[in-house]
C-alpha cells in the first residue's frame, strides 16, 4: 500500500518555478544549474503524492458544462452518465486529473468572461486538492476548420492557407495572436500546429488542416508557429507522430495504415517533428495509425514502444510531454480494449493520456497496473515529472488564475482582428482566371448571386458561408443576394438557383469538396449554362478545380471561416492582390498521375 507523506505547503508549491516562469515571460532559458534546482523541488511535490494523484496526473479529461460548480441541469446528467461526476470541480477532486480539455459541443466555450470563469474554477478545486496542483487546460485551436473557441475571439486562417501565404512571419504573429487570447482564457496547452504533411488529397481527416504537401515548407512554418505560441506563453503540440498525412482512413472511424517506408518516412514525415522539436516544442500528439515499416507488430504508434520510445525519444531525442491523440477515436480501440489502451500507451512513452471514453475503466485499470506491477511508480513518475516541469514553465503554479481585465484587454481586440484580415488577404489563392476576368467592380457586375455549400461553422462563426460572402460583397458596393443550394444540391434547387441567376450580372459559387459523382458539378455546369460569368471560391480543399469547368475564375480560400471568406471577397473585388500560392499539387481528376496545377501555382493581376 502506498502511504501519503505530508502534503508540501501552498508556499512551497506557489515558488517551485520562480526561474521558469520567468523564463517563460522573457523568454530567456533558466540556467542548468536552476532547472536542476526545479527538478528536485518538482520531485519533493512528486514524493509526496499519493498513487491515486499520480495516476490523475496522467489524464486529461473532457467535462461538461459553462461552470466548474454550477453548469446546467443537461450537462450534470452528461457527466453523471459518462463520467460518474456532476460537475468539473467533482472530476478534479474524485480523479486528480492533471489535465481538463475543452469543447464547444461540452459547453465548455460559450464566451470569453464564462471560459475564463471555468478555468478559474477548475484551478480553484485543483488547488485545494490535498496535493495542490495547478491543471494544465487544453484545447483544439488550430484555427481554419478546428477551432473550439468563436467568436468574439479572433479567428485566423488555418494551416493551409497559411502554407498558401507562405510568410513564417504571418504564421509567427497569427500563433501568437491565437495564443494570447488563450491564454487570457486560461487555456495554456494548444493541440497546434499540425506537423502532417498532406500528400494524399483524398485524406479524409487531415487535409487543409495541414501546411501543405511539401516537408520543408512543412516544417518552416511548424516551426515559425510554435515559436508563436509559445512567446504567447502557450504549450504548443505538434502532430500527429509519426506523420498523419498519408491515410484515406479516418482515425476516429478506422484504424488507418500507412505505407511508407522509413526512408520515405525519414523524407516524408519526420521533417516539421524534428523542426517542432529543434524549435522548443512542449508537446507532441500522437497518431492512431498503424506504420508497419516503423513498428512490424502493427500497433497503433499511439501504443508503439519503438516509435514513441525508440523513434521520438531515442531516435529524435526529445525529452518533452507526449500526449495520446483522444483515446475515445476507434483507431486507437480496434486492437485493444479501453482498460488496455491506457496501460499500453504508457509503456510506449506516453505521458499523458488524453479523453478516454470511460475515465473510470483508464484511471482503474492504471492504477491496477501499478499495484500489480505490470507498471512501475517510477515509471509514472517520469511522466508527471515532465508534465510537472512544463506546468511550472507555463508559471501555472505562480500564476493559476486569469483576471476579467486580461480577457477585456487581450481577446478579440481590434488590433488583433486586423491583423487576422492582412495575415489572411495574403492567402487567398487565385487559382483560374479567364481573360482577366477578375477583379469584379461594381459598376460592371455589380448584381451578383451567391449560390452553393454551407457547411456548419467549423469555430462559432456567424455564417453561413454564402450569407458572409453575399454579405462581404455588399459591404463593398455590389447588391448581392445569397441561396443556400448545399453540399448535396437537389435537382429543385439547381433549378431554383438557375432560375434566381435570372437578370444578376455575375454568380458566385462556393463549392466544398467536390467529388467525381457531387452534385456540385451539375450545378456548376446548369449556372455556366446560364451565359451569366460564374466565379467559384474552393471554400475548403483546393482540389475542386479538377472536377468542376466551364467558370470564368476560381478562388481558393482554403476554409470558410468569415476571415478567409472576406479576403476571397476582397480579393474578387480588388480590394487586394491575389497573393496566395498552391501549397499542394492539384491533379487531374481523371489521371492523378497528372499535375493540374503544381505547388507554387497562383495567378496574379494584371491591372
Known amino acids: ?7 508540501p505547503s501552498r508556499r512551497t508549491l506557489l515558488t517551485v518555478t520562480a526561474a521558469a516562469a520567468a523564463a517563460a515571460v522573457t523568454g530567456v532559458t533558466a540556467p542548468v544549474a536552476q532547472a536542476g534546482t526545479d527538478d528536485r523541488r518538482l520531485r519533493r511535490i512528486i514524493d509526496r503524492m499519493s498513487l491515486e494523484e499520480k495516476v490523475g496526473q496522467l489524464f486529461v479529461m473532457r467535462v461538461y458544462g459553462h461552470s466548474a460548480t454550477t453548469p446546467d441541469q443537461a450537462d450534470i446528467d452528461a457527466n453523471l452518465t459518462e463520467i460518474g461526476v456532476r460537475t468539473a470541480a467533482e472530476l478534479v477532486e474524485r480523479y486528480h486529473v492533471g489535465g481538463v480539455i475543452y469543447f464547444a459541443w461540452a459547453h465548455n466555450t460559450r464566451d470569453p468572461q464564462q471560459i475564463a470563469a471555468l478555468s478559474n474554477g477548475i484551478q480553484q ?5 490535498p496535493t495542490p496542483i495547478p491543471v494544465l487546460i487544453s484545447t483544439d485551436q488550430e484555427h481554419g476548420i478546428v477551432c473550439r473557441v468563436g467568436k468574439p475571439a479572433t479567428l485566423l486562417p488555418g494551416a493551409m492557407a497559411l502554407g498558401a501565404g507562405g510568410s513564417h512571419a504571418d504564421a509567427r504573429k497569427a500563433a501568437q495572436i491565437a495564443g ?4 487570457a482564457v486560461g487555456i495554456r496547452q494548444n493541440y497546434a500546429p499540425v506537423a502532417d504533411v498532406n500528400v494524399n488529397p483524398a485524406n479524409p481527416v487531415i487535409g487543409v488542416r495541414s501546411f501543405g504537401s511539401d516537408p520543408q515548407a512543412v516544417a518552416g512554418l511548424v516551426a ?17 507522430f509519426p506523420g498523419h498525412g498519408d491515410t484515406a482512413v479516418d482515425s476516429h472511424y478506422g484504424l488507418p495504415t500507412i505505407t511508407h517506408t522509413r526512408e520515405q518516412w525519414a523524407e516524408l514525415d519526420a521533417p516539421p517533428f524534428r523542426s517542432a522539436i529543434a524549435a522548443g516544442i512542449d508537446s507532441i500528439m500522437t497518431a492512431h495509425i498503424v506504420v508497419p515499416a516503423l ?51 504508457l509503456k510506449a512513452g506516453v505521458d499523458q493520456l488524453l479523453n478516454p471514453p ?29 508534465i510537472l516541469r512544463l506546468k511550472a514553465k507555463l508559471g501555472l503554479f505562480r500564476k493559476a488564475y486569469v483576471t476579467r481585465a486580461g480577457v477585456d484587454r487581450v481577446v478579440g481586440t481590434a488590433a488583433h482582428r486586423a491583423g487576422a484580415d492582412r495575415i489572411a488577404e495574403a492567402t487567398t489563392t487565385l487559382l483560374l482566371n479567364e481573360d482577366d476576368f477578375l477583379p469584379l467592380s461594381p459598376a460592371t457586375h455589380g448584381s451578383v448571386l451567391v449560390v452553393g455549400a454551407d457547411p456548419a461553422s467549423p469555430s462559432g462563426t456567424t455564417g453561413p458561408p454564402t450569407t458572409t460572402l453575399a454579405t462581404a460583397l455588399n459591404e463593398l458596393g455590389f447588391t448581392a443576394t445569397a441561396l443556400s443550394t448545399g453540399i448535396t444540391p437537389t435537382a429543385a434547387k439547381i433549378d431554383e438557383a438557375v432560375a434566381a441567376a435570372a437578370g444578376k450580372s455575375a454568380i458566385l459559387v462556393g463549392t466544398y469538396n467536390v ?4 452534385p456540385q458539378r451539375t450545378l456548376v455546369a446548369r449556372l455556366v449554362a446560364t451565359g ?21 475564375a476560381t478562388l481558393a480560400s482554403y476554409s470558410w471561416t468569415d476571415v478567409e471568406l472576406r479576403a476571397a471577397v476582397r480579393v474578387l473585388a480588388g480590394r487586394a492582390r491575389p497573393l496566395g500560392r498552391l501549397p499542394v499539387p492539384v491533379q487531374h481528376a481523371d489521371d492523378p498521375s497528372r499535375v493540374l496545377y503544381p505547388v507554387g501555382h497562383g495567378l496574379s493581376y494584371a491591372r
Open 358 to 386: 470511460k475515465l473510470d475503466v483508464a484511471w482503474n485499470a492504471v492504477l491496477a497496473a501499478v499495484r500489480d506491477g505490470e507498471l512501475t511508480e517510477a515509471r509514472l513518475d517520469e511522466s508527471i515529472l515532465r
Open 295 to 345: 513498428d512490424p507488430s502493427e500497433d497503433p504508434a499511439t501504443l508503439s514502444r519503438p516509435i514513441l520510445t525508440g523513434i521520438l525519444r531515442e531516435q529524435l531525442g526529445y525529452d518533452g510531454v507526449v500526449v495520446t491523440d483522444a483515446l475515445g477515436m476507434e483507431g486507437v480501440r480496434t486492437k485493444y480494449g479501453d482498460a488496455r489502451v491506457p496501460v499500453l500507451a
Open 224 to 240: 515559425a508557429q510554435v515559436k508563436g505560441y509559445q512567446r504567447a506563453g502557450i504549450a504548443a503540440t505538434s502532430k500527429h
Open 180 to 183: 494570447e487570447e488563450l491564454a
Open 515 to 518: 467529388s467525381a459523382t457531387s
Open 1 to 7: 500500500m502506498h502511504h501519503r507523506a505530508p502534503a
Open 532 to 552: 451569366i460569368p460564374v466565379v467559384t471560391v474552393a471554400i475548403r480543399n483546393p482540389y475542386d478545380i479538377a472536377r468542376i469547368s466551364g467558370q470564368r
Open 125 to 129: 478545486a485543483a488547488l485545494a486538492q
